[in-house]
């Protein structure tokens, strides 16, 4: 446990308790661990865990005007690999409930390891494809990276519980790929929100946040209109 390489967290979210202090503490020991029988984390960035991984997935709660994560809120983590944004998440909003879903086993057997040994009764992890989970199973949507925005919305469509949230960690330009995905899905552009994390946490990590962003769909009724079809 390196109390040193942690206080990075610690000094955005000052005033958690001392169990959410503990919980995040142990991630280091619990990854490096795993990590060792499945590459859930890139090996170059192990090192950097607390940066560029649990202060990177918990930016989500601290830069978002408004954030989501009320008391008795659903929050899916949609495609969360090793458990990333959810697992920092769920250890932060402990009166939230957590479906951590990712179609890869293996990196599901992880999230249940690190789930069962920090005692998190507020995650619950899941194997399944994303359009596969029932419909209207939670009222948030977070997601880090999976893949692009067009393909991606598809497989949410009709997930979230109307007036819900959907927001996803990205990195560059992503001009692009909203013009995509809102052609592709029907979605006006002006309903995309993208909000940088370099004002707030630009100094921190040799410039990791220099390009990092959220994306956010806040209207996601637009989400069950019907798909184009090509030609």
Not at 66 to 87: E, H, K, N, R, Y
Not at 144 to 157: E, M, S
Not at 202 to 219: N, P, R, Y
């Amino acid at each position: 446990m390196n109390n040193t390489k942690a206080n990075v967290v610690f000094q955005f979210f000052p005033h958690l308790n001392r169990q959410a202090k503990s919980r995040i503490l142990q991630l280091e020991d619990l990854y490096t661990f795993w990590n060792k029988q499945i590459n859930v984390i890139s090996r170059k960035d192990l090192p950097h865990l607390y940066i560029r991984h649990v202060l990177h997935s918990l930016s989500l709660s601290v830069v978002i005007k408004a954030p989501p994560f009320v008391s008795g809120q659903t929050v899916l983590d949609a495609g969360t690999g090793g458990g990333f944004p959810g697992i920092p998440l769920a250890i932060v909003h402990p009166d939230c409930h957590f479906i951590l879903c990712d179609s890869i086993k293996k990196k599901i057997k992880v999230v249940e390891h690190v789930v069962r040994e920090l005692k998190l009764h507020n995650v619950t992890p899941v194997v399944s494809r994303i359009e596969d989970l029932p419909e209207r199973i939670c009222g948030v949507v977070v997601s880090r990276a999976v893949t692009q925005l067009c393909g991606f919305l598809p497989w949410i469509r009709n997930k979230v519980a109307e007036e819900g949230r959907l927001m996803f960690l990205k990195g560059g330009d992503l001009s692009q790929e909203i013009a995509q995905a809102a052609a592709v899905c029907r979605i006006a552009e002006d309903n995309f929100t993208v909000t940088s994390l370099k004002d707030r946490f630009g100094s921190v990590g040799d410039g990791f946040f220099e390009t990092k962003k959220i994306c956010e769909i806040k209207q996601t009724s637009y989400l069950c209109a019907p798909l184009v079809k090509s030609s």
